[in-house]
């Protein structure tokens, strides 16, 4: 029998977080109460289609209407309400043709943050990138939420590359700037105001035994909300590379990490750590500064993990992969706080920041108080149960007892018969 242990998950602290997974549903996964606890899932959005599969997903976690940001398999990109999962826009994936584009599917999507006002029309700002490189930047405008009525006032298209396939993106805390790359394209940083190109990646020179890694990169986040310079890459030879626009156009420093494709790469707003994750399930902690690692989070995922999200305010960070677990780990001590069976293969997951758990708790506080009487129902058949589990295993040891007795009585009966016999044979002689 293989040696297990069980492993006590203290629990996590009130949040709420979205995860996107291959059939395209989403899924709500809260966290309630003032100490914390288990999390579960609270809502789903959507029905089971491979051909909604989600390819990216953007929040813009305001305290007023948020709006959650999709992007599906099936070329739609769809604008939801975040609290209830209301639909609000519902638009396709054209090209600069005005086309819908074949094998050409969404792989970077940003939504940007709005000046809301008080009136019902409001505007939203969509950037998109293709795995074949076509980018995009258009504004909608909503004018009636429950009529959806949409019109896009302006589109922006132009291509990040030549050739190759793009595989990741990710755009600067202010939203000015935007880097690409992916198989077969250096990482690129574009202006998004100018929609030009400012800055592109050199492939490092070739190894000691002459040879030469090829470009794949499939992962990029930036350093830092208000500086645009620095990012840290991962690429599909499990090496993490930091490069600085203002210092040159090769990496300042490159390390390895494990021996499978880095995944995904997530920063530490304040502060110069990153999180990574590959395609083996390994999840670490590294200071980017000095590429020394701090360490690995405790506890194996069985699956590639395919994104990791940091808690804006709760020193938390989530992971999600081909395992189908949602987990959710502690930064200071690198250990498992909760992790979620979620049944699909999970792709990504979003922290709403602006989870308020009071609400809920009032909410909650009247359910609470039919539940004890359902409750005494449920532990009274539990004790009537209990004592029949409990009387079946002693019959099982009586009835071992009274066989026992049964031999040692036979052996004993048996035993002066054979000195009787020896007796007889003595007397005969």
């Known amino acids: 029998m293989p040696r297990t242990t069980t492993v006590e998950c203290p629990g996590c602290p009130p949040l709420r977080a979205i995860t996107f997974d291959s059939l395209g549903l989403i899924k709500v996964v809260e966290a309630r109460g003032e100490r914390g606890g288990a999390p579960s899932v609270v809502e789903r959005w959507g029905d089971p289609d491979a051909s909604k599969c989600v390819l990216a997903a953007s929040i813009d976690d305001a305290k007023h209407d948020p709006l959650l940001a999709v992007a599906r398999k099936n070329g739609l990109i769809e604008i939801i309400n975040s609290l209830n999962g209301d639909l609000h826009v519902s638009i396709p994936n054209v090209g600069d043709a005005g086309a819908q584009p074949e094998d050409d599917g969404i792989v970077g999507l940003h939504l940007f943050k709005r000046q809301r006002q008080e009136s019902l029309s409001r505007s939203c700002t969509l950037l998109t990138c293709s795995t074949k490189g076509n980018a995009s930047m258009r504004s909608i405008e909503v004018n009636n939420p429950a009529e959806s ?80 310079r620095k990012f840290v890459a991962g690429t599909n030879s499990h090496q993490v590379r930091l490069y600085d626009t203002s210092a040159q156009r090769r990496p300042v420093m490159s390390f390895d990490f494990r021996e499978t494709p880095i995944k995904a790469i997530a920063e530490e707003p304040e502060g110069y750590n990153i999180y990574i994750g590959n395609g083996s399930g390994d999840l670490a902690s590294v200071d980017i500064r000095t590429g020394k690692l701090l360490g690995c989070f405790l506890g194996k995922c069985s699956g590639s993990i395919r994104s990791i999200a940091r808690h804006p305010t709760l020193p938390v960070i989530a992971s999600c992969g081909l395992d189908s677990y949602l987990r959710f780990w502690d930064i200071k001590t690198r250990q498992l706080l909760s992790a979620v069976f979620m049944k699909q293969h999970l792709l990504e997951v979003v922290f709403d920041s602006n989870f308020d758990d009071k609400v809920v708790a009032h909410a909650a506080a009247d359910v609470l108080v039919q539940e004890p009487q359902n409750m005494d129902e449920i532990q009274g058949d539990e004790t009537e149960t209990e004592p029949v589990k409990r009387k079946k295993t002693p019959k099982v040891k009586d009835e071992s007892k009274k066989k ?26």
Do not use: Q
Request: hydrophobic content about 30%.
């Open 404 to 429: 026992a007795s049964k031999e040692n009585e036979e052996s004993k009966k048996l035993k002066p018969k054979k000195k009787s016999k020896r007796v007889k044979v003595e007397s005969d002689d």
């Open 149 to 228: 009525t949409t019109s896009v006032d302006s589109i922006k298209f132009w291509n990040v590359c030549g050739s190759g396939t793009v595989l990741c993106s990710k755009v600067d805390g202010n939203e000015k700037y935007a880097l690409f790359g992916g198989k077969g394209v250096e990482v690129n940083v574009w202006d998004l105001e100018m929609c030009a190109k400012i800055w592109t990646a050199k492939a490092p020179p070739k190894n000691c035994l002459g040879i030469f890694t090829p470009t794949w990169f499939t992962s990029a986040t930036y350093l830092s909300t208000d500086d645009h």
